[in-house]
């Protein structure tokens, strides 16, 4: 993988706190697809107004997650884009209080969109096709590992998904979807 397909890694605060945001987190992800938009087709897909989203994508642009793109004709909307291919969080050992807690943040933000997600697909899955709702599944493991264990599994897990995303698969098959893989990994106290 190129430098540019690397995910960008945030050690940031600032850029942490401008992610955590259910409506900014799904603005990202329709960016980060690869495709450009407009407030107006974002506002869709976060389910607020145009003018909310503009507010949201101008916060975005100001910690440097997207940027605005060529206009696509008139000019009289704003078009913008993902800035690089994804992004990574992952502060050091001896990161101060205030990125920490940036962080703690950026991870509720992220498990409650996520949840809510899979809620909703969960309200709706009696519509699905049978070979989707099939296909579909919810796994809970406990697992013996050590820390070295679980950041290879976790590095593993991303080597295994990478050939699906969207932008190294700019012609999937047809009957493809998209589809949101959540993976969490972390100790508990639990008895082996």
Same mark, same amino acid.
């Given at each position: ?59 975005? #642009?100001?910690?440097? +997650? =997207? ?5 696509? !004709? %008139?000019?009289?909307? /704003?078009?913008?884009? *993902? ?18 807690? #940036?962080?703690?943040? +950026? =991870? ?5 969109? !996520? %949840?809510?997600?899979? /809620?909703?697909?969960? *309200? ?31 590095? %593993? ?36």
């Amino acid at each position: 993988m190129s430098d540019q397909e690397q995910p960008r890694l945030i050690k940031d605060a600032a850029v942490m706190r401008a992610m955590s945001h259910p409506a900014r987190m799904a603005i990202i992800a329709r960016l980060g697809q690869g495709g450009e938009a407009t407030a107006t087709e974002c506002a869709e897909v976060v389910g607020l107004s145009p003018s909310a989203t503009s507010y949201h994508l101008r916060a975005l #642009a100001k910690a440097g +997650l =997207i940027e605005e793109a060529p206009n696509r !004709g %008139d000019g009289r909307e /704003r078009v913008w884009r *993902a800035v690089g291919r994804g992004y990574t969080v992952s502060l050091d050992a001896d990161a101060d209080a205030d990125a920490r807690q #940036a962080e703690h943040d +950026l =991870i509720d933000t992220f498990l409650t969109w !996520g %949840d809510t997600k899979a /809620r909703q697909f969960m *309200a709706q899955s009696d519509k699905e096709p049978h070979d989707w709702f099939e296909a579909t599944f919810f796994n809970d493991a406990l697992l013996t590992l050590t820390a070295d264990e679980l950041r290879k599994l976790g590095q %593993d897990m991303q080597e295994i998904i990478a050939p699906y995303r969207p932008l190294s698969r700019p012609d999937p098959p047809p009957g493809a979807r998209s589809v949101t893989i959540q993976i969490r990994g972390f100790p508990t106290d639990e008895a082996l």
